[in-house]
Each structure stands twice: as structure tokens, then as C-alpha cells.
Nanobody, 115 residues
Framework: QVQLVESGGNLVQAGRSLRLSCAAR???????MGWYRQAPGKQRELVAD???????TYADSAKGRFTISRDNAKNTVYLQMNSLKPEDTAVYYC??????????WGQGTQVTVSS
């Protein structure tokens, strides 16, 4: 069964760190892996993305604070989030795209940053 298993969301104070993980199960020929987020009343937006070759893309809001990485052997992508701010509060979604053009979304994990 095709599945993305996300973990790591939590309630933290501003300035603290969190690490999100997303493991892809039964998904083959993975190309890019990324993290998106959606805050209440807002559209889903890209946070960070990483290709199979390791090329990364970050939203301006994430640059300098967040780091995306992946373990190809484990089909897992990580998002290290440092210096968290209340405006980072959102549901974070993992996304995986295959070389054949397929796209799979995770169920989302809640990140809440208190001031």
C-alpha cells in the first residue's frame, strides 16, 4: 500500500527546534521529496524540497532556519526546523513525486509554536 508516514509534529515554544520525518512506503522511482505547510485560513505553501540529486529549494521564510535532507536508502525525508516562530504554526505535509509524474501526499503533522 502506497503510504507516507509522517512524524515529529509537536507543540513547542518559540526559539526551539523540531525535526519532522516522512517515510515513503511502497513508492518506487522517487524523484523529489518535499515539505509543505498550511496554516488556518491560508493556502498550502512549499516549505522546502529536495531532488534525488540533492538539490534543495527553500521558501524565503525557511531559509537560514530550516534544513531539508533525505536518506535515499530509507526513502525518508527530514525537515530540521530551528529558531521556530509562532508564524511557523501550521499543518506540515510531506509530498513525494516519482520520475513517472506521480505525486503522493502525507496525512499531515501539526506543528504549533507558542510565543
Amino acid at each position: 500500500q502506497v503510504q507516507l508516514v509522517e512524524s515529529g509534529g509537536n507543540l513547542v515554544q518559540a526559539g526551539r527546534s523540531l525535526r519532522l520525518s516522512c517515510a515513503a512506503r511502497s513508492i518506487f522511482s522517487i524523484n523529489a521529496m518535499g515539505w509543505y505547510r498550511q496554516a488556518p485560513g491560508k493556502q498550502r505553501e512549499l516549505v522546502a524540497d529536495i531532488t534525488s540529486g540533492g538539490t534543495t529549494t527553500y521558501a524565503d521564510s525557511a531559509k537560514g532556519r530550516f534544513t531539508i535532507s533525505r536518506d535515499n536508502a530509507k526513502n525518508t525525508v527530514y525537515l530540521q526546523m530551528n529558531s521556530l516562530k509562532p508564524e511557523d504554526t501550521a499543518v506540515y505535509y510531506c509530498n513525494v513525486r516519482t520520475v513517472l509524474g506521480g505525486s503522493v501526499w502525507g496525512q499531515g503533522t501539526q506543528v504549533t509554536v507558542s510565543s
